[in-house]
C-alpha cells in the first residue's frame, strides 16, 4: 500500500466518485484501498471537504457523494486562456498527437497552469520548461487539430 500526497489522492477520490456511488466515507478508505491507497476516515472526510464533495440523492432514492460541477473544475474562464495565450505564446508546432508551444523565456509555466486549469478538450496534460510547454493531446484529435485550435487562440 501506498500513502499518497494528499492531491494525488484527492484526484483518485475525485475519479472514484465520478466512476461510481459511494455512500459512505467508510466506503470510500476501502475503495481506495483495494486501489492501493493507504487513507484513514478522518483524511477522507478532511478531503472529501476540501474537493467540495456533497451528498445527493440519487435515481432510487440512495444518498452518495458528489462533486458539483463548479467544485470540480476550478476552470480558467476562455478570455484569460486567450489573454495569457496571446501575451506569451510566440510559436506553435506539432507531431502525431505532441504540441510544442514556445513562450518567452520564464513564462512557460504561466501558460501550461492556464491550458491545465482551463480544461481544454483533448488535452490529457502539460509539461513546462523555461521557455517550452509541451502538450499531450489525445490520439482521436491529434496535435494538429490542437495546433490549430491554440495558435487561432493566440492569434498566431
Known amino acids: 500500500m501506498a500513502t499518497l500526497g494528499k492531491p494525488q489522492r484527492q484526484h483518485r477520490i475525485a475519479r472514484l466518485l465520478e ?6 466515507q467508510a466506503q470510500l478508505v476501502e475503495l481506495l484501498a483495494l486501489d492501493g491507497v493507504m487513507a484513514t476516515q478522518v483524511t477522507v472526510s478532511r478531503d472529501l471537504e476540501e474537493l467540495g464533495a456533497v451528498k445527493v440523492r440519487i435515481p432510487g432514492g440512495t444518498m452518495a457523494y458528489a462533486i458539483p460541477e463548479h467544485a470540480r473544475e476550478r476552470a480558467v474562464p476562455d478570455d484569460h486562456l486567450r489573454r495569457v495565450m496571446g501575451e506569451f505564446v510566440v510559436e506553435v508546432a506539432h507531431s502525431a498527437n505532441l504540441v510544442v508551444l514556445r513562450t518567452p523565456p520564464g513564462s ?7 491550458l ?3 480544461g481544454v478538450p483533448d488535452v490529457l496534460g502539460t509539461v513546462a520548461g523555461d521557455d517550452t510547454v509541451l502538450l499531450v493531446c489525445a490520439e482521436s484529435a491529434g496535435g ?3 495546433g490549430a485550435e491554440l495558435a487561432a487562440l493566440a492569434g498566431l
Do not use: G, L
Open 19 to 24: 466512476e461510481q456511488a459511494i455512500s459512505s
Open 108 to 114: 512557460a509555466h504561466v501558460v501550461a497552469s492556464a
Open 116 to 118: 491545465d486549469r482551463s
Open 144 to 146: 494538429a487539430k490542437v
